[in-house]
């Protein structure tokens, strides 16, 4: 039997390109000097760490990376004034363009840069800011060693320096670098404001019923300024792009100098003032529908053409770009493309209009995109019935031919399929589509309004899979196409975006547990696990839980499970890693990787943690005890879809999962959720590069020192055919339905620990070796039918009780401690001379004796002992008042985290 591993695998591929930039028709983003090196951070925490948009725990994710995952740092991000917390900073990474919490971070600096201070009396600090306590005041021409570049609350610029062993922070401003240092193409994310503004400015109205707030920075996550009411109006200094593809109005904040902070800009009516007359002065500039190179190119216009500014723009990276007017539209340019005269003009510059070929209407409702393809972002859907202007035909990469159309004075694209043509350009009105026809909400938390449009009241919200009954349409000020729905005796309104004509995976409330079931259930358990379940009865009543006895004792089974550590990994540090023969390098100190570097055997403690089922009655860690066998009214297909879209795996192949929980009677949510955790993003073990095959649930992944388990799991996919996708999503499931399930590991919890066969099965046949896998599988699985509004379903759970457990349950190990309890040398000393051991001194030999017999006038002997560790400490005792004969001597050794080994030495007096 094969173990397993359930790696995240990452595949990091590092090109250095060298090449000469010219300037050409292509834009070639602009290069900021980061100035002080990269770093290096690898994921500490078990649970992982998310990469997000923004420097904001509410931030929208970019990806998971698992434990032991590494990545580039450009720069550290403070988000407070004062505080030096780790949960405070985060570090921006350059290979997923996003940011990571510092707190869930290894960090590894690389060789520092040296610099200068350039001013007398300049403060350094503890952290990136004026508010930061001072620490030092250096004078002109004092070296720094700096080490990484580091921005404010408010966006300045600070170095981080490395003075003796500590860490401190100095203004940028202050330090002069000497050559050679780094650079990087990424700005910092929080453009720095200007001071003059060198485009026309702007006038801003809240338009919507509840006001908008302005907020200390272009997210929703970001402190509030101040509540401005409908119809207030404020100044406009810029627009600011959050996203580098979307150009929704959700998307982007205007800044307001009023108020020094930023307004979202679907809540505001925005008046341009007079543009601003510039020239193209490079050979050719593209012009694009949004701030930033990654947006659709509309025109490409040669240097002495003239543009009509009308206001300053910054990409979501930072750089800065030209608003202008073009006719009745608006697009942007990269600023340092752009000459602005001293005087100011509005002259309508307009390109030639593009000609109408033929005219059509949608047959359903369909989407329209920024390109000829599904591939390109969708801006908004048509409703069945709607006259276009067809502009252009044009096929995408499958052949399939799209229409260019004009919605709202822009340029978009629909599929051609549902669209029926009119020969022609006919004028002839459409017939009105058969109303009223059923819709289904497709997300959380949908505005229902009083009209159609986000200015208008809100009535209620609907939840994902609400029905609806859809009596028309409208477009609103802006173009966007919203749904007229009967609702509570009266017509209402619901943006289109979040309904869907195609019926969605309803999921229905399950009756609840009476009194009488759930106390009849309680009776199952012993006292210590009542507080948890009534915790989640109260919570989710329909709930249901049925007690496992597994008839082996608490204690022998916790024996069992850790006396394989190979078995039990981790990449926590302080007392979650086991200090032992075999698992620490003493010399060294360092733990010994068993998979990869980073994976290291765990402890008792922490496995004891993660095994004791009491640990786990909590709103995610329950999904553990849930059954992996198959069951149509819990598990749609919507939510797998969803699960697969944060995964390497295309989202397009849920309907294999679906197949294959039928086929072999397995859970298809769990199986996402596997694919979610063992891959990531990471295409590696999907993309058949390797040896033509596949491998989305990492099995016969064995764990490996040099970190090859990867490449076993694809030769293993090879001795089984597993040559497609869909062959390894089936393949899969069948060896997991036929190794684990039919093996009475039938939830994530006996997946891991396998107690129910016997007390030799226990640490054997495990599918994971991460000690934490059920723990982060189930919160992956909660959190997925949680979004989808599923936790009002009647889950059933069965959770292990085993014999004699303790009453209380088993605590998480510390961090900040360390599990060290060993000696590097024990020595004893008798009238100043040393006298050795009948056996020379190991430290993992804890009896010895003293190879001569002492006098009979020795009272005491003086016994040295040196810890490996110095966090532990040392208690000798026996070793005075000597009586004659045999004398035993105890060394104990008390870890910091609170183990004790204890050495015994035996003299003989005469």
């Known amino acids: 039997m094969k173990k397993i591993s359930n790696r995240l695998i ?15 028709s292509a834009f070639v983003e602009p290069v900021f000097a980061v100035s002080a090196p990269a770093a290096k951070g690898t994921v500490s925490s078990y649970d992982g760490a998310y990469v997000r948009k923004s420097y904001s725990a509410s931030s929208s994710k970019i990806r998971l990376l698992g434990e032991g ?49 350039n001013a007398n009396g300049v403060n350094i600090r503890k952290g990136a800011g004026t508010g930061f306590t001072k620490s030092y005041s250096w004078n002109k021409g004092k070296k720094v060693n700096v080490i990484m570049a580091a921005y404010s609350s408010g966006g300045a610029k600070w170095y981080k320096i490395k003075y003796g062993t500590r860490y401190y922070y100095v203004s940028a401003m202050y330090v002069t670098l000497t050559e050679g240092a780094a650079t990087e193409t990424v700005p910092p994310s929080t453009p720095s404001i200007p001071d003059s503004i060198t485009a026309p400015a702007g006038k801003g109205v809240i338009f919507d019923d509840g006001g908008a707030y302005v907020r200390k920075s272009y997210s929703t996550a970001s402190a509030k300024i101040k509540l401005l009411s409908k119809g207030d109006s404020f100044k406009i200094n810029f627009e600011k792009f959050v996203s580098g593809t979307g150009t929704s109005l959700k998307d982007r904040w205007y800044y307001t100098p009023d108020y020094s902070g930023f307004v979202r800009c679907d809540l505001v009516t925005r008046t341009y003032g007079t543009a601003k007359k510039g020239t193209v002065n490079v050979t050719s ?19 002495g053409k003239t543009v009509n500014v009308v206001m300053e723009a910054y990409s979501s990276t930072g750089t800065k770009w030209y608003k202008i007017k073009d006719g009745t539209s608006y697009y942007y340019i990269y600023a340092k493309y752009i000459t602005l005269d001293s005087g100011t003009s509005d002259s309508g510059q307009t390109t030639e209009p593009e000609t109408v070929i033929d005219t059509g209407i949608t047959t359903a409702d369909v989407n329209y995109r920024i390109g000829p393809g599904t591939v390109f972002e969708k801006q908004g859907t048509l409703a069945k019935g709607t006259k276009v202007d067809i502009y252009k035909k044009e096929k995408d990469t499958n052949g399939v031919i799209w229409y260019k159309i004009k919605v709202s004075n822009s340029y978009y694209y629909v599929i051609s399929k549902y669209v029926r043509l009119e020969n022609g350009g006919s004028s002839e009105a459409p017939s009105d589509p058969e109303y009223p026809i059923k819709g289904w909400v497709n997300d959380n938390d949908v505005n229902v309004r009083t009209g159609a449009g986000t200015s208008y009241a809100i009535k209620t919200s609907f939840s994902y899979g609400k029905e609806v009954s859809i009596v028309g349409t409208q477009k609103d000020t802006s173009g966007n196409m919203w749904y007229a729905i009967s609702y509570s005796g009266g017509t209402y309104y619901i943006s289109a975006e979040y309904v869907s004509t195609t019926e969605l995976d309803n999921v229905t409330e399950s009756p609840n547990v009476s009194s009488e079931e759930f106390k009849a259930m309680l009776s199952q358990f012993p006292d210590s696990y009542k507080a948890g379940l009534t915790a989640l009865h109260e919570a989710h009543p329909s709930w249901r839980f049925s007690a496992k006895k597994v008839g082996i004792s608490w204690s022998s089974a916790l024996s069992k499970q850790c006396s394989n550590y190979k078995a039990n990994l981790t990449t926590f540090g302080g007392a979650y890693r086991k200090v032992a023969k075999g698992t620490y390098d003493f010399d060294n100190h360092k733990f010994i990787g068993l998979d990869g570097p980073y994976w290291v055997a765990a402890s008792d403690k ?5 095994m004791d089922p009491r640990n786990w009655l909590t709103e995610s860690g329950i999904f553990m005890f849930e059954s992996m066998c198959y069951d149509e009214n819990t598990q749609k297909e919507s939510v797998v879809k969803s699960i697969l879209s944060k995964s390497a795996v295309p989202s397009s192949k849920s309907s294999v999962y679906m197949q294959a929980g039928k086929t072999y009677n397995i859970n298809p949510i769990y199986l996402a959720s596997k694919t979610y955790l063992e891959l990531g993003k990471s295409d590696y073990m999907i993309n058949g590069k390797y040896n033509g095959c596949y491998n989305v649930f990492n099995i016969g992944a064995v764990d490996s020192p040099d970190g090859s388990a990867a490449r076993k799991g694809l030769d293993y996919a090879k001795s089984m055919g597993w040559t497609t996708l869909e062959k390894a999503i089936l393949g899969g499931a069948k060896y997991i339905a036929g190794n684990f399930i039919g093996n009475n590991q039938y939830t994530q919890y006996y997946e891991r620990f396998n107690v129910l066969n016997g007390y030799s099965s226990i640490g054997t046949h495990q599918y994971a070796t991460a000690i934490h896998n059920a723990a982060t599988l189930s919160s992956v699985t909660q959190s997925n039918y949680r979004d989808y509004n599923m936790l009002t379903t009647g889950f059933s759970f069965e959770i292990p009780v085993y014999d004699s457990m303790p009453d209380n349950t088993c605590k998480a190990p510390s961090e900040l401690k360390s599990n060290n309890n060993y000696l590097d040398s024990l020595k004893v000393t008798v009238n100043g001379k040393i006298v050795a051991f009948t056996e020379s001194f190991s430290r993992f030999k804890q009896s010895y004796v003293l190879s001569s017999t002492v006098g009979s006038s020795v009272e005491q002997v003086t016994v040295t002992a040196k810890t490996n560790d110095d966090t532990a400490t040392v208690t000798v005792k026996g070793n005075t008042e000597l009586n004659t004969g045999t004398n035993l001597i105890s060394v104990t050794v008390k870890s910091s985290s609170l183990l004790y080994r204890t050495y015994k030495i035996s003299i003989t007096k005469e």
């Not at 595949?11 to 050409?24: D, E, K, P």
């Open 10 to 24: 990452s595949l990091v591929i590092i090109s250095v390109l060298m090449m000469t930039i010219t300037l050409s």
């Open 285 to 303: 500039a593209s012009v694009r529908k949004g701030a930033g190179p990654s947006f659709t190119k509309v025109y490409t216009w040669n240097k």
């Open 606 to 610: 922490a496995v004891a943690y993660y």
């Open 69 to 117: 995952s590494t990545f580039k740092i450009n720069y550290e991000k403070f988000v407070t004034k004062t505080s030096t917390a780790l949960k405070n900073i985060w570090y921006y990474t350059p290979d997923y363009k996003g940011y990571v919490r510092a707190d869930l971070v290894k960090r590894t600096y690389n060789t520092a840069v040296e610099g200068k201070i």
